[in-house]
């Protein structure tokens, strides 16, 4: 199901309405948000109607975003606050500033001593509840600051860690320098963090290379619209720049 090519009532959207979105690479919440709402104020003809969603995903994430609409955004908070399911891959023995590939690698670590023992010992270890320090790249506020804000400047910022919540930290596949993952957490956790952390349990490094989400509470990928028609328009229109630059 593409949402764009779909048709929705005003009233029915003003009232409220929960959509789930499979968010493609490379964009970011905001971003798929605004598109939305764009999209439904014109094809129904509203000046104003409110949207938001119940949970960001970092932009080279994709997966379930639940977007609300009307009356249904005062339910956000308890979305949020709902358990959400991940799968994704992190590489071993090398790290990045940002803690995913939004940054370049920095820094890479010896992998032989790794053990499937020791992968299992990593993940029990960082299963229940745990501290978790937050990545520097991040849309966090420390004095009214983005703390991405004081990375890009190269400015150095001490962040504390907080209490977060993983319910259960499964390895799926295992070798030297992959390992896929099922992780299921609460509200605050960053899977970026929990990629650096894994890596320090395994006395190597580690980066989160790929990332999706799959559940939000009940509600699962599985039903979510694709936005496949807006991507094909944008690589349509991404091509007709090069084109023109040519």
């Not at 929990?194 to 799959?214: C, E, M, V, Y």
Request: proline share 3%; aromatic share 8%; glycine share 6%.
């Amino acid at each position: 199901m593409d949402f764009f090519k779909e048709s929705f009532k005003a009233e029915v959207l003003q009232q409220g309405q929960v959509f789930l979105i499979d968010k493609p690479i490379g964009w970011t919440s905001f971003q798929v948000v605004n598109k939305i709402r764009w999209y439904l104020k014109n094809q129904t003809g509203l000046e104003k109607l409110k949207v938001g969603h119940a949970g960001t995903l970092d932009p080279l994430a994709t997966g379930l975003l639940v977007i609300c609409t009307g009356k249904k955004t005062k339910e956000i908070n308890e979305l949020q606050h709902q358990e959400k399911v991940y799968n994704g891959t992190f590489t071993i023995g090398s790290t990045t500033p940002s803690y995913d590939l939004e940054t370049k690698v920095d820094a890479t670590f010896p992998t032989k001593h790794i053990t499937e023992a020791l992968i299992l010992k990593a993940a029990r270890s960082l299963t229940g509840e745990i501290q978790q320090t937050p990545p520097v790249f991040s849309a966090l506020k420390k004095n009214g600051k983005r703390l991405y804000e004081y990375a890009r400047a190269g400015e150095k910022i001490k962040i504390h860690p907080r209490k977060v919540h993983i319910t259960k930290f499964e390895i799926r596949r295992k070798d030297l320098t992959k390992l896929d993952f099922l992780i299921h957490c609460k509200k605050g956790t960053y899977i970026r963090s929990l990629a650096h952390d894994f890596g320090k349990k395994l006395n190597t490094g580690a980066h989160l290379s790929s990332l999706r989400r799959i559940k939000n509470g009940s509600m699962s990928i599985e039903n979510a619209y694709s936005m496949e028609s807006v991507i094909v328009e944008n690589s349509k229109k991404n091509i007709k720049s090069i084109k023109s630059v040519l």
